[in-house]
């Protein structure tokens, strides 16, 4: 059997280099690498080999500390979301206060006036004034405008009155709500004068500080176990006409005069920044989390062997083309979503500055391009996630392997901060703009979307010979094709008598979500085929061409009926295509080691027993089977005795 | 907004026949439905609301009197694997000795000899020996026959030393083993005067019958949390030369003398037929746990409302085409396997009566089938819950939507009793065997493969135009087309100098998947045919046809390029099949609840507060919430102050 240090020994690639492409820079790359290594010293923020074993009661009382810790570890930089990127791939799951400290205490600092910053900021960064973000209820999640929730004005008291109409109205969901915040920010309807001026956000508090028991008119508690998220105490929170002052509603785009005059201020469209900041973060350090998978299934499939060669000696089953066939695209999509996560991130940070600034115009290139990213993104991890748990066999199935919990965590993010089907049609949307923009202002068109500035070009696209330098404009003939078919499709609906919005929603899901899914994979594309032209070292980036092309054969092979469809290619590329497949995944076998070690992962933070960096899954399975397994300290002849006593007689 | 009564009362199809359909007949369709009725008045057999708090061991506790409550309610029928339909449905979940019952019970009623089963039987059956299945170890799973544990004849003593060489030799993930079991039905390599005799089977007591405390020798606990499967103690086992007299081979075919000389008799195939009977429970009862998936996501379906329409009403979400387009789909496929896993049953039973009478002639085809349809189904089982869940937001990621717990139980079955890739390797095997007897022997194809005596035929079909008329031709010309250029590959890749051991596992794999899975889905497609020219109520053959075609257009557009590059279909065809496909979801939409409903589950059953049979998904859901829901009786205070004990400032 060959070891993984002979594996790592016979790699031709420079790791440190694609660590910087990773992580930005080698020298962050560095950095993170010593930060996962200093977890690995620190108690608090380590996962008890037994954590699965545990109630949810003892599952959550054991992360007490463990946000604390790690912010201790960032020199509580708790601002500066890049710094998140250590805790989060080394815990892999949730901390308390984490939405918290993510959405509301930003949220506060856009949408609330210089007077209201200064009144609560200092008390919600201490967490003194614990807040959750209060917006999702029962019956409605994506529909933010639908909401329920009422906050009446009384001129007379100049107070607003909190309310929960109807059951469908109670807030639900909300993170760190359950059991630890005291204030909530809560979204609601504000009525004044009976007339409706939409959703606003009210601070409230619902506990009292010191007892932590619910304030009168106020129900409240977490919502129950998921099959992930153990330790997050998703909450559930009902009002019955609960009074706040004037003061709390969040005032710097909207205010309210004592006699209740409603006075609309300055550009609201700021307040999407701050959820766009809030989806960077999901599209740049959550898919990172993917690797935690990789690692382990690929180190496991090293070092697993069954069923002998016809030399009479056990495969490790990577040998295998069906292990390769499940785990070598999965690497190449991974850097895929990596590499184009770190482009997306600065063009969210630029765009930013320049709302900051006034200037509006990337919003809608930036938010649909979150949106689009962070479906396929967030889609990804978990299907990774659950491909590496099959290639490890039962072992995949055993928390010890470290796999379950990638899936568990994960399963949320598809679901939370925009749907994944609502996020693909809002790109959808965007794309069908793009083909208008694209015959009246061409200029327009920005630069991630600039192949819809050469869409004739496109069209005439033909490739009858496949080559790797066909990749890119293969990819672009199916976005392109699938964006005029749905467009043309549209068009159809509407001659045909449909009004848009239906055709929309009854005739053209599918067609839409085929279409903004495409274009992201084509985008993630583009930014891999940028980010490798920074290598320098020659072996690497023969290494991570193989790895893009196979990325994007996989994209193309995923679905080649539009381009069949259209006559791009003929069945003679598919098959080449096909053979070619074939061929990078014997080249890249021999180095799927160290490109997913490139992540720099530490082992405290993989808790995994089949997929350590010395390999030996059998000793250190057995290992934690026999002693940190608390099931085996059951006391077990009352279990047989009870067993005993309702013995049948067959 | 439509009640889902509403919904109910304008379904135009007889829901008993479709009900006769799945279950084989209306009377046991009436019998099951009684049966989960009677369920729900039985405690023993529910699943606490709040189980999925709790910790591991109290879960385990939990289920102390479900298994043997069930029992009583099948009559005590454990022989009998028809009853255990009702129990597994209802319960979704593993039983304790659900493994020994299933399984060391039938081997040795299979392998043991007459004298053996006297000593054994009584005892076992009332659970005095209580025994499990140490077959697998640590280091090998599938590759059976590399099984390392040893059972060395001692001729002075004739006893067996039972011995654990190595780590990777210990016996790791036998059910029923960490906790309950006092004995084991140990598979090893039978050596006698230094020669290896091959795996045979040991009948090994392993803990004390009155203490339970392990024997001499014995290392044994329970294996560590798993992602589902939290009640099942699997366990692992390690001997330390361990003694057990010779009687304890199980010896019906082979036997060895008090003087060490091994005697092999009888047809030692017939063990393949138990270990069939336990995949025909795998592919005729667990695939209907898909129905609980589909029940609940269908039921809230059409009472969620989310986004109003044109007419500015809220849209129940079964109307967005990309709802349809996640869960119809699975419908027509949950029919699918049904069908055929009842069309599949009753070939085993035929193969099993056959095989008693000395005649293997159809083991080989029944044990094919039975691989494929194992690895297809189980894995349908698995997708059906992910999608039904992602269908559900929020709510399906919850345990209280009752999706969480279909996926999490289910699981295992895609890598036990034969892991799903090597299952359809099997069965690729066997259609590359059938290609050879087209040629020479065409009279000795079984019917379900008769496809394979028209081969020319198939072939040569061509279809420009789509109509529904020529799904089952473009199913079976895939198929045929699929394994044809398999067998051609594998020519070519021998012509070109590799061994057929090789060119199998290095080039083939993920063509000989491709080909065995869509020999499922055609034969999948033949069996749900044939099983609706039963029905004789017009409007529900009508809906079951749609139904049907649906499903197999599902699959021929899942993979089209097959049939285009072969030239059997043309883009224009391609074309007409999705818009067809579009249309069919249109179709099907009212009736899909209905056709859910025709497996009768119970409330009970579903564990769920989204799907119930009256809707109301917000009044459960915030009811289990705030009553059900044991977190929120933990004491906050403590909680609240050792959070502040440990607040940063920031």
Tied chains: 1, 2.
């Excluded at 962050?28 to 108690?43: S, T």
């Excluded at 009384?154 to 009155?161: P, S």
């Excluded at 066909?470 to 609906?493: A, D, F, P, R, Y």
Aim: aromatic share 10%; with cysteine; glycine share 6%.
């Amino acid at each position: 059997m060959i070891s993984l240090e002979q594996v790592r020994q016979q790699s031709k690639i420079d790791k440190m280099q694609v660590a910087g492409l990773i992580y930005g820079s080698q020298e962050r790359a560095k950095e993170i690498q010593q930060f996962f290594l200093d977890c690995e010293k620190v108690p608090e923020v380590q996962t008890n080999a037994d954590f699965y074993n545990w109630s949810r009661k003892k599952q959550f009382l054991s992360k007490d500390k463990q946000g604390f810790s790690f912010m201790k570890m960032i020199n509580n930089k708790v601002d500066d979301m890049e710094q998140y990127t250590g805790p989060m791939i080394y815990s892999a799951t949730t901390n308390h206060y984490g939405v918290y400290l993510g959405m509301v205490v930003p949220a506060v600092k856009i949408l609330g006036t210089d007077e209201q910053i200064k009144a609560w900021l200092d008390d919600l960064i201490n967490i003194r004034k614990a807040a959750c973000y209060a917006q999702t209820e029962l019956g409605h999640g994506s529909d933010i405008q639908s909401l329920q929730t009422t906050a009446t004005y009384d001129k007379q008291r100049e107070e607003f009155i909190i309310n929960t109409p109807t059951i469908q109205a109670a807030k639900f969901w909300p993170g760190d709500l359950g059991i630890l915040a005291n204030w909530a920010l809560v979204f609601a309807q504000l009525i004044v004068d009976d007339k409706n001026y939409g959703v606003q956000s009210f601070m409230v508090q619902i506990r009292d500080v010191e007892t932590h028991k619910p304030l009168n008119g106020i129900e409240v508690g977490d919502i129950g176990p998921k099959i992930g998220y153990q330790v997050k105490d998703n909450g559930f929170l009902k009002f019955n006409n609960v009074r706040i002052p004037k003061f709390n509603m969040l005032a710097k785009y909207i205010s309210i005069t004592p006699q209740g005059n409603v006075i609309k201020q300055g550009d609201p469209k700021i307040s999407y920044a701050s959820m766009m900041m809030m989806r960077k973060l999901l599209n740049t350090v959550y898919p990172k989390a993917a690797a935690i998978s990789l690692t382990i299934a690929l180190r496991y499939s090293y070092t697993r062997q069954q069923f002998t060669n016809d030399s009479k000696i056990e495969n490790s089953i990577i040998e295998y083309q069906t292990q390769q066939h499940k785990l070598l695209p999965l690497l190449a999509n991974l850097f895929a979503v990596v590499l184009s996560g770190n482009m997306t991130s600065k063009f969210v940070d630029f765009n930013f500055n320049e709302v900051q600034n006034g200037n509006f115009q990337h919003m809608n290139a930036c938010h649909s391009l979150l949106c689009g990213t962070k479906a396929n993104y967030t889609h990804f991890v978990v299907n990774c996630a659950e491909w590496c748990r099959l290639s490890c066999g039962g072992h995949g199935y055993a928390h010890y392997s470290g796999l379950p919990s990638i899936y568990q965590e994960h399963c949320p993010n598809v679901t939370l901060e925009g749907e994944n089907q609502i996020m693909f049609l809002q790109l959808a949307r965007y794309l069908l703009k793009l083909l208008k923009t694209s015959q009246k202002n061409p200029q327009k068109i920005p630069e991630q979307f600039s192949l819809f500035k050469k869409i004739d070009q496109i069209l005439q696209f033909k490739c009858d010979q496949f080559q790797f330098s066909n990749i890119l404009s293969l990819l672009e003939s199916s976005v392109i094709h699938l964006i005029t078919q749905t467009g043309m499709k549209m068009m159809q609906e509407i001659q045909g008598g449909l009004n848009p919005k239906s055709a929309w929603d009854y005739k053209l899901g599918t067609s839409l979500w085929e279409s903004a899914n495409y274009f992201i994979e084509y985008y993630k594309f583009v930014c891999f085929q940028k980010t490798i032209l920074q290598v320098t070292h020659l072996q690497t980036q023969v290494v991570l061409t193989n790895l893009l092309n196979l990325f994007g054969i996989t994209i193309l092979l995923q679905n080649p009926l539009t381009l069949l469809e259209n006559d791009v290619v003929t069945q003679q590329t598919i098959k080449q295509m096909k053979d070619q497949y074939e061929n990078l995944l014997t080249l890249i076998k021999p180095e799927a080691l160290v490109l997913i070690e490139s992540f720099c992962l530490a082992d405290g933070g993989l808790r995994t027993t089949i997929g350590r960096a010395d390999g030996k899954p059998y000793e250190y399975t057995y290992d934690w089977a026999l002693n940190e397994n608390s099931i085996n300290q059951m006391e077990l002849t009352s279990v047989v005795n009870q067993l005993k006593n309702c013995r049948p007689k067959l």
